[in-house]
């Protein structure tokens, strides 16, 4: 049986890549949100957004709209976690590591509402 690729709504372990010169972008392997799969990328890579342990951040408590807490469990979370939707890229579908689960259909909803708000907000 072959094993179903990721699809929107799913969380993975995902290496995001090291930066030169660094800045405030997420790198190294941590949970991330797969958004959205282009079906007609030229390679397979996803739209993803890479999450960061909850630790009551107050930039995180001020921009609920951007910065969305998600709580352990919560897609196979291990750990409390802030989704980081400034934060998304193309990612190479080779950086997948593991499946850790998805987020219902009702919670995935509202995630990609505040995702496609951005690209409208004024």
Known sequence: M????????DIYLAAFPEHDPSGHDQEGVRPA????????ARFPVLLAAPMTTDRAQA??????GIYLRLPKGA????????????????LDAGR???FLGALDQ??????LAKWLALFTAR
């Open 33 to 40: 949100l797969v958004l959205a799969v282009p079906a007609r």
């Open 96 to 98: 997948v590591r593991r």
């Open 75 to 90: 897609g196979g979370l291990p750990v409390d976690s802030i989704l980081l939707l400034d934060q998304t890229r193309s």
């Open 59 to 64: 930039w995180a408590v001020s921009s609920p």
């Open 106 to 111: 009702a919670a995935f909803a509202s995630v």
């Open 2 to 9: 072959k094993a179903r690729g990721p699809r929107p709504g």
